[in-house]
């Protein structure tokens, strides 16, 4: 049995762990743009004020045609709750017109169509979109097997030995990808999230009270 299905079925039973505790989760493929623009908004900041922003702002414009050519004081007026308003109003004004410009019209439905090499390429394309971003959209917008590494899911499959200790963020976005099986792309990321906000914390990692220890090379280290 090659290392790479070693690893799959790992996860494969890491993810039903997870599942019994935090539930099964569907992907409910969100519009793709209103996908791109929350996360945008959502960095260095917290769901709920991410979401705020977001009413904020579609509250303020119609459409995301409106956010693309106002004022760009009036859409970082909007965004405040999220911090870092100058940077992300300016990139996500931007953002918008080079999909105009080089998809011929706001929307982003024929990425649908592409495999998902080309869709992510063409999704980082876009300044400000990196591997993080464009795997997000891909996934929640699309169903495709990209899988996005947010703090949380890197923190977790890095004690938990999926990972090297010396692999970046950047580099974890291909590694897991071709670890996690496609179908669970979505659930998997979901259920590490949980696990880490609610077990596998940053400071102090409740280990007595985690599913999935036998299989976490942190906590065998540690004990």
């Known amino acids: ?10 996860i494969e039973v890491i993810n039903e762990r997870l599942r019994n505790v935090y539930g099964p989760k569907h992907c409910k493929q969100h519009d793709p743009l209103d996908t791109l623009m929350l996360t945008i908004l959502s960095q260095n900041t917290n769901d709920v004020n991410r979401d705020r ?6 509250q303020r414009f119609p459409g995301w045609e409106a956010v693309r050519d106002a004022p760009p004081d009036e859409v970082i007026e909007a965004i405040q709750v999220a911090g870092l308003a100058n940077q992300k109003g300016p ?11 080089r998809a011929g019209k706001l929307a982003l439905d024929f990425l649908r169509e592409m495999d998902l090499a080309e869709a992510r390429s063409w999704l980082m394309s876009i300044t400000g979109v990196g591997p993080k971003t464009a795997a997000i ?27 090297g200790p010396k692999v970046t963020r950047e580099q974890a976005h291909n590694l897991l990808e071709h670890m996690v099986p496609p179908e669970l792309c979505y659930e998997f990321h979901i259920n590490l999230i949980e696990h880490g906000r609610h077990v596998c914390k940053s400071g102090q990692p409740l280990c007595e009270k985690c599913a999935i220890k036998d299989y976490c090379q942190y906590f065998k280290n540690r004990i």
């Open 1 to 10: 049995m090659s290392e790479q299905v070693k690893m799959r079925e790992q």
């Open 53 to 58: 922003a977001f009413q904020s702002l579609r």
């Open 91 to 101: 990139r996500m004004q931007k953002a918008l017109a080079i999909i105009t410009e």
């Open 137 to 163: 959209v891909l996934c929640f917008a699309f169903g495709k097997p990209a899988f996005p590494v947010d703090t949380h899911v890197f923190r977790v499959t890095k004690r938990l030995g999926l990972i």
